[in-house]
């Protein structure tokens, strides 16, 4: 898609989010850049697509301070409720990833706002991304074969088929692992968000 397409069209004056918003990468980045933010995107697709401020700022402050949202005090509640109602909200208003009544105190999901789950591969630490790990796991496959086929010991021994019924369980199992770690971090997936 060429940068120039990415841009979301504007909405009209009734607080609506998007329908089937396309986003630039850099309003993108931009809004996933802080926490909160990406709190409250994880939040709004697990809970039915929109929300009370008031749940939700509980529900962000419980995050934060790594509580359940019955622990959470009226002092970080309310810090986190005016941030997302003064800042967080509006900008995300502005974007087109919400629909954000001030008024009313709700949010609403724009359409689009569930691929923003694509931009989202966390990598913690020193950890591969899973592209760098099936590049690594074919190049390893691909030595294997060629060493098979040259005859380099214990490869040469060891028969076609044996060999490739060994990649396919690693290749499964590696796919398997893939859809495990993929569900535990996706935003709106879990009752708690993931954490870089």
Do not use: C
């Not at 689009?112 to 496959?141: H, K, M, T």
């Not at 499964?172 to 996706?186: G, L, Q, T």
């Amino acid at each position: 898609m060429a940068a120039e397409t990415l841009h979301r069209e504007d909405r009209d004056e009734a607080n609506e989010p998007t329908d089937g918003a396309a986003f630039s990468q850099e309003v993108v980045f931009e809004m996933l850049s802080n926490s909160r933010r990406r709190y409250v995107v994880h939040y709004l697709l697990d809970n039915d697509r929109d929300a009370e401020l008031r749940d939700l700022a509980r529900a962000v402050a419980a995050w934060e301070n790594d509580k359940r949202p019955d622990e959470v005090t009226s002092q970080e509640r309310r810090r986190v409720y005016n941030a997302l109602q003064q800042a967080h909200l509006p900008k995300m208003d502005d974007a087109g990833l919400v629909a954000f009544d001030a008024s009313r105190g709700t949010v609403v999901a724009a359409d689009g706002l569930a691929d923003l789950r694509v931009y989202l591969e966390i990598v913690p630490g020193d950890e591969i991304s899973w592209s760098q790990y099936y590049f690594l796991l074919g190049a390893f496959f691909g030595s294997m074969t060629l060493a098979s086929l040259v005859g380099v010991d214990p490869f040469g021994a060891v028969p076609g088929v044996a060999l490739a019924g060994a990649f396919a369980l690693v290749l499964v199992a590696s796919a398997a692992a893939h859809v495990y770690h993929d569900r535990k971090m996706r935003l709106g997936a879990d009752e708690r968000p993931p954490s870089a």
